[in-house]
């Protein structure tokens, strides 16, 4: 029975399964523009306010896939080296403390082979905060591996990755992640509320856990009293931040808003190698570069799911990686990468947190693409034919 019915019925009759999701939209593209929305279900249940195509949500883990953009903007403009140690940037040393001969770049962070681990914590550094001292925690550190050697998701790359674009711009890495990808595609959207405009707050998109109870993001039509982790005494200037200070603080490994048309158009951008809509954000090459796999697993070369609590995946998620991108459908044995169940090697990104689970996927063969995400769900993934869970397989290919 298809997912859009289910939630159909429960808008008529007022009863949904806490198993069903409580929203759910799909959003299929080709290079010229959209071909087919489907949304169902409820953005605020407490506002009775129907889901939209073009309400923002918190995306998750897509929001790396956004920042490599503007990763990549930077490099074409001169201003960060993929290959350089980013402890130029900086301003202190990031050395993996058992291989500290072994330089760290943004190649390495950008896909996962930093030598990093998250179980130091990578989001809760607070305004104010650095985010040097998680560094300085020895279990934030992945022992076994010298960076470069393996594969092994990590959200706090994603902090240090900010931090680094900090420095080298001076600018907020929200601000700066506006002037670099959102505001050229004319797309509305922001890294943790305070850069998107009051109609954008305004339809904002609760993200409910899998007993339909709000986590994230109710707001009630308002932008969020502090839109970053307050500092220790609980106060909230944004005055206080200071260039690479702490990159946690816009989230840029999770905290993107953006609607499904959004993130529609951030694929096309894709398959146009980095042109859409008569926008050249960035040169063919660099689209290139960030899609080409920069690790794919073997036997003791990584891990192909992530570590934490936040779902992503299990055993075969990820088998082949770029820079902040997926790709799907990995041709070896143990790998279960492949929600759309036809093999074919499609590259994006995907993302799983408080209940919300999403991912943007483009075929560049065919020039065709898809976005989805859907609410209220549970973190543990049980998918019918791959590591993803039975709702993102109906939702990549209904």
């Given amino acids: 029975m298809r997912v859009g019915y289910l939630l159909g019925m429960w808008l008529v009759v007022g009863s949904l399964q806490a198993a069903?999701?409580?929203?759910?939209?799909?959003?299929?593209?080709?290079?010229?523009?959209?071909?087919?929305?489907?949304?169902?279900?409820?953005?605020?249940?407490?506002a009775g306010r129907e889901l939209g195509a073009d309400d923002p949500v918190r995306i998750a883990s897509i929001s790396k896939m956004v920042a490599a953009l503007g990763v990549?903007?930077?490099?074409e403009a001169g201003q960060l080296?993929?290959?350089a140690d980013v402890s130029r940037w900086l301003g202190w040393p990031l050395r993996h403390p058992q291989f500290p001969d072994t330089p760290i770049t943004l190649r390495l962070l950008l896909s996962h082979r930093a030598g990093l681990t998250d179980a130091a914590g990578y989001y809760a550094v607070p305004l104010g905060g650095q985010l040097r001292e998680v560094l300085d925690d020895p279990r934030a550190w992945d022992k076994a591996h010298a960076p470069g050697t393996f594969f092994?998701?990590?959200?706090?790359?994603?902090?240090?990755?900010?931090?680094?674009m900090e420095k080298a711009s001076g600018e907020r890495f929200d601000r700066l992640m506006q002037r670099l990808v959102l505001k050229p595609l004319g797309i509305a959207a922001c890294y943790n509320w305070d850069s998107c405009d009051d109609a954008t707050v305004a339809r904002a998109v609760v993200l409910y856990d899998e007993a339909h109870q709000p986590v994230r993001d109710d707001n009630r039509g308002r932008r969020p009293d502090c839109p970053v982790v307050a500092a220790t005494d609980g106060s909230c200037d944004l005055g206080r931040w200071r260039a690479g200070d702490n990159?946690?603080?816009?989230?840029?490994?999770?905290?993107l808003r953006i609607s499904a048309n959004g993130l529609a158009k951030i694929g096309r951008l894709l398959l146009g190698e980095g042109e859409v809509d008569g926008v050249r954000l960035l040169r063919a090459g660099s689209v290139r570069e960030l899609a080409r796999p920069q690790w794919t697993w073997a036997p003791g070369a990584g891990m192909t799911s992530e570590e934490d609590d936040s779902g992503q995946g299990g055993d075969g998620f990820f088998c082949r990686y770029g820079l902040a991108v997926q790709t799907l459908a990995t041709p070896v044995k143990g790998c279960r990468d492949d929600p759309f169940g036809d093999g074919v090697a499609r590259f994006g990104h995907s993302g799983s947190a408080y209940g919300l689970l999403s991912g943007l996927w483009v075929?560049?063969?065919?020039?065709t693409g898809v976005t989805y995400f859907a609410t209220g769900?549970?973190?543990?993934r049980k998918g019918e034919r791959s590591a993803f869970?039975?709702?993102e397989e109906h939702l990549a290919r209904p």
Avoid: C, K
């Fill in 20 to 46: 069903e999701p409580v929203a759910t939209v799909r959003v299929a593209f080709d290079r010229a523009g959209i071909t087919a929305t489907e949304a169902h279900g409820m953005a605020d249940i407490g």
């Fill in 72 to 75: 990549m903007r930077m490099v």
């Fill in 81 to 83: 080296d993929l290959d």
């Fill in 152 to 164: 092994r998701y990590a959200n706090i790359d994603f902090p240090l990755i900010a931090s680094v």
């Fill in 247 to 255: 990159g946690a603080l816009f989230a840029p490994q999770g905290g």
């Fill in 363 to 367: 075929d560049p063969a065919s020039g």
């Fill in 377 to 380: 769900l549970p973190e543990a």
């Fill in 389 to 391: 869970s039975a709702t």
